[in-house]
């Protein structure tokens, strides 16, 4: 555990798991994954279920990303939506990876169930409106759902059902979809940890890659350099997201990682949380800068929003999300924080993910700008999948055209801030 990890209640209500020794020495292994989040720990167990030997370096503890700090809610689709999609890559691709987002979702469910993970699944997700445009926005794309891809657990939800169902009067229209839904993200990443440490993938923590040697040809190795060891592999898989920092500069470059926050209230008993989200679904906003919110199984309500580039202590954050919260539920106005933490959401500039090879067996996942906690497990399946000779999945990611994110080196942060600012100003209108 880290000072980082103190404030965050995900680490606070799971059991700690065994801890795993740092690298030493060299170590051989068919695939080196960098990074102990769900994209790597899903690419891990997948390629172990395939026959190859496995090492995955993480500079902390595993879940120590997004993966172990986040909202928790398991949405359908892309981020981006599927119009843009359909811009970037075509319709017929833009179908595919339709279809493989939905696979995503069926396959985080049954690695709950056949691995026995307890994370305190629920199901169901509401995408809510806040200004009477919404409306038009929220009700086309229940249409376009339906119509164009056949998928038939969303419906529209009015205002006067909203209000029955989350009673705030902040909220104009909302979509409902039963085949979403939200988990505790940190038992769910341990679980797969755990898995995969079953299965015989050899994990390293405390494990920071600080250099890495790319092999340009298929039949050589690579290498992956911690302070105290290497890992020699055929194929690499660099899964470090929004963390990665600059150990690999063409991916930061196509990279915004977005601060943002979450509280969780004092306990506030059964009675008192399901009369705030009736049908217990996690519930996001649809602006840019949005607020996302759900129930926790020990009824609390965790709340997340906000977000900063410059790195905001826990207990300001605690100070703005309590402000954020009052204004949705004003009934919670003596409720206290308990928790708060945050963490950087992987975003690219066009919310489509960003999956792609440096070399010849050198893969990357990164950018699933806030539909991680789904897409990163089916990213690694689509990697096992690759690595094994069937690229022609991950390659329909591969060819999703990413632009650097304006800035350069120098002018990156400023360009971020005032990013952030039209996207707030863009909510506001
Ligand atoms: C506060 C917050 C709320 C979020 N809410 C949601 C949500 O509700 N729904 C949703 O779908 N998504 C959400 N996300 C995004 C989601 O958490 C991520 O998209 C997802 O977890 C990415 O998983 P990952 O495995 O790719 O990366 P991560 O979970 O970030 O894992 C990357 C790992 O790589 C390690 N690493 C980095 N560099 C190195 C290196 N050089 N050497 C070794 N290891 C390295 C890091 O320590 C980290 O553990 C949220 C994120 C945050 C921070």
């Avoid at 080196?32 to 720990?41: A, D, N, P, Y």
């Avoid at 797969?192 to 015989?200: D, I, M, V």
């Avoid at 924080?337 to 893969?363: C, K, M, Q, S």
């Amino acid at each position: 555990m880290t000072d980082a990890d103190a404030q965050n209640f995900y680490v606070a209500s799971t059991p700690p798991p065994p801890p795993h020794a740092p690298l030493r020495g060299e170590t051989r292994a068919d695939v080196c994954i960098v990074g102990g989040g769900i994209s790597g720990l899903s690419a891990a167990l997948h390629l172990i279920e395939r026959g190859f030997t496995v090492a995955l370096l993480e500079a902390k503890h595993l879940g120590f990303g997004g993966s172990g700090r986040s909202g928790g809610q398991c949405i359908f689709g892309y981020a981006s939506g599927q119009e843009k999609l359909e811009k970037l890559v075509g319709a017929a691709d833009a179908r595919s990876m339709w279809d493989i987002a939905l696979e995503g979702m069926k396959l985080q469910r049954e690695l709950i169930a056949r691995h026995s993970i307890g994370c305190d699944y629920v199901a169901g997700h509401m995408h809510v409106g806040v200004k009477a445009r919404h409306d038009t926005e929220l009700r086309a794309e229940v249409e376009s759902l339906h119509e164009s891809y056949g998928y038939r657990s969303v419906r529209l939800v009015g205002r006067e059902e909203l209000r029955t169902i989350v009673p705030s009067e902040r909220y104009t229209s909302g979509i409902y979809d039963s085949n979403s839904g939200h988990l505790q993200p940190c038992k769910y990443t341990l679980g797969r940890a755990a898995a995969a440490t079953r299965a015989g993938v050899k994990i390293f923590e405390n494990s920071r890659v600080t250099k890495l040697d790319m092999a340009t040809h298929a039949n050589a190795d690579s290498l992956a350099h911690t302070e105290s060891g290497t890992v020699r592999a055929r194929h690499l898989l660099i899964a470090g997201n929004a963390l990665l920092g600059r150990l690999v500069p063409e991916l930061a470059r196509k990279l915004m990682a977005v601060g943002t926050y979450i509280a969780a209230t004092e306990v506030l008993g059964p009675e008192r949380a399901s009369a705030l989200i009736t049908n217990n679904a996690a519930v996001a906003d649809i602006n840019w800068v949005l607020d996302y919110f759900r129930r926790s199984a020990d009824h609390r309500l965790l709340f997340g929003g906000r977000v900063s580039y410059s790195g905001v202590d826990p207990f300001d954050s605690a100070r703005v999300l309590s402000a954020r919260i009052r204004r949705v539920f004003p009934q919670l106005h003596d409720t206290r924080i308990e928790y708060a933490w945050g963490g950087y959401v992987d975003i690219t500039p066009n919310r489509a993910p960003h999956f792609g090879r440096l070399a010849p067996n050198a893969y990357f996942l990164q950018g699933f700008s806030g539909h991680g906690m789904v897409l990163a497990g089916i990213a690694g399946k689509l990697t096992a999948e690759a690595i094994a000779g069937s690229a022609e999945r991950f390659d329909v990611f591969a060819k999703i055209p990413h632009g650097d994110f304006p800035g350069g080196t120098y002018f990156r942060r400023p360009a971020l801030v005032l990013a952030m600012l039209w996207f707030r100003l863009k909510d506001l209108l």
